[in-house]
């Protein structure tokens, strides 16, 4: 195969490319071997694809932001009652 046009659509930037020793690699896809400088095919998938790697927050973290939101909005009503308290 030729070098690609686009030096970003070579195999070696393909999420299926597996590097092995100091030249080529491995198409997970297609299960061939293939070099890394190589135009990669149609099936290619960019390794940091915008669509395929959202990441998301982790449960626990997500749990963690609720819990420190209600922490923070009881603390702020305790310093509103106290201060009521005080002025009567």
Not at 35 to 45: H, K, N, R, Y
Not at 47 to 65: G, K
Not at 72 to 87: D, F, K, R
Request: proline share 6%; hydrophobic share 40%.
């Amino acid at each position: 195969m030729k070098a690609p046009l686009n030096p970003n659509l070579a195999c070696r930037y393909c999420r299926f490319y597996s590097p092995e020793g100091h030249r080529g690699g491995t198409c997970d896809r297609l299960s061939v071997h293939v070099q890394g400088e190589w135009a990669a095919c149609s099936l290619m998938i960019p390794s940091l694809s915008l669509e395929q790697e959202r990441v998301e927050q982790p449960s626990l973290l997500v749990a963690a932001n609720q819990a420190l939101a209600q922490l923070n909005s009881q603390s702020q009503s305790m310093i509103v009652t106290e201060a009521a308290s005080t002025l009567h």
